[in-house]
């Protein structure tokens, strides 16, 4: 089975590299019975992960169990694991046997295994390196045949340290270790998923949904989803339900977005910095944009003087102010001859950063230094959507 055939197979969705790596590792580890740690944040697949090291192992028959151990209060959780005896405590009026019992053979998936308490670690342990347990309340043995796939969003090395997780059972767990990386380190699946989750939905739900337009397609790739998958799923069935029979575009999209900051790729540093801070944040963007267009200009007039004189590497820049809230007027000049004001230079300068980079907005964002909300507000308060 090639690596893409698996994928398909157990719905492990992605193009890349980071992905594909992991899917690889999967394929080699699925077959044995090695205990396996998936690591990564809340809602990034890790159960996807699971299943598909259960589908492909000699298992695959038996039972797949998933137990989240951050969902089941800690009175409890040990007798949920590993089962009671009938009157082993109040309201236990019949014997009942635990996630152990019930996966013998197969597989059980502990998810969140960072949140589950000291003392119910320690059994864990023995039940993995021997098979063995006992019931709450029983003094005989049981044994179980069960292989065990942990996950946690917590790095458990911390929980080691600050004493809240055992380094045996950690060292035990870790025998393969997968980390699962968030949405925001690869942003080229996220369009397969967008596609993926609106299809599925819609034709569970019999909707006519004409789909996602590329520019929309790119707004949401460009922000960081902090939820991940779990997150854009969500976002996109409820845009289908909202907005249905309708395709959507980026202006549809905005008021289905985030307003929270941290959503957002954060606008990287530059030599356009620093710029003053006692200024609105729509005057510190139109400070950084006039900056950046000073340093087109400096280019230009660099140009025309290396043509005009002839003589490689002559050098001819202005300074950049580093006040620019009255340099509307200084920072460039139309070809016509017409001074160009502040709202012309954005509109200048956005258009060239689309068309340079042949209509990838993401990346002309990037490269404005600016975050994709704020370019596709610009677009919209200038009307530059066909560019």
């Not at 009938?86 to 019992?101: D, H, I, M, P, Q």
């Not at 000073?294 to 820049?317: F, P, Q, T």
């Not at 004001?341 to 950063?353: G, S, T």
């Amino acid at each position: 089975m090639t690596l893409e055939e698996f994928q398909e197979k157990f719905g492990i969705i992605g193009i890349s590299p980071a992905i594909k790596q992991v899917v690889a590792t999967v394929m080699q580890v699925a077959p044995t019975d090695v205990t396996v740690l998936v690591n990564g944040e809340s809602g990034v697949g890790k159960e996807v992960i699971a299943r598909a090291i259960h589908g492909a192992s000699s298992r695959s028959e038996k039972p797949l169990v998933a137990v989240n151990c951050g969902a089941i209060p800690e009175g409890i959780l040990e007798s949920e694991l590993f089962g009671h005896q009938r009157g082993a405590f109040t309201g236990a009026v019949e014997s009942r046997k635990g996630y152990f019992e019930i996966a013998d053979g197969g597989t059980l998936f502990l998810d969140e295994i960072g949140d589950m308490p000291v003392p119910t670690q320690v059994k864990l342990l023995r039940v993995i390196e021997t098979g063995e347990f006992m019931r709450v309340g029983s003094s005989s043995t049981q044994s179980s045949d069960v292989r065990v796939v942990a996950a946690s969003n917590k790095s458990l090395e911390e929980q080691v340290a600050r004493g809240y997780f055992r380094q045996d059972l950690y060292f035990r767990l870790r025998s393969v270790n997968l980390y699962i990386p968030p949405l925001r380190e690869r942003r080229e699946d996220i369009p397969l998923f967008i596609e993926k989750f609106a299809g599925e939905f819609a034709e569970r739900n019999k909707i006519n949904f004409p789909g996602f337009t590329r520019d929309a397609v790119e707004v949401l790739t460009g922000l960081d989803w902090p939820g991940n998958v779990r997150e854009l799923k969500n976002l996109v069935e409820s845009i289908i339900v909202l907005e249905r029979g309708s395709q959507v575009n980026a202006d549809m999209l905005e008021k289905y977005l985030p307003k929270s900051e941290s959503y957002y790729v954060a606008e990287p540093a530059s030599r356009l910095l620093p710029v003053r801070v006692d200024k609105t944040p729509e005057e510190s963007e139109r400070e950084l944009i006039l900056r950046a267009l000073w340093e087109i200009k400096n280019d230009i007039v660099d140009l025309k003087g290396l043509l005009g004189a002839g003589i490689a590497g002559r050098k001819l820049s202005l300074p950049v102010p580093q006040d620019l809230s009255e340099a509307g007027t200084a920072a460039g000049d139309s070809s016509d001859g017409k001074e160009l004001n502040l709202e012309e230079m954005e509109k200048y300068l956005i258009k060239a950063a689309i068309r340079k980079f042949h209509g990838n907005k993401r990346i002309a964002a990037e490269a404005l230094g600016i975050s994709m909300r704020s370019l596709y507000r610009k677009l919209q308060e200038y009307k530059l959507k066909d560019i």
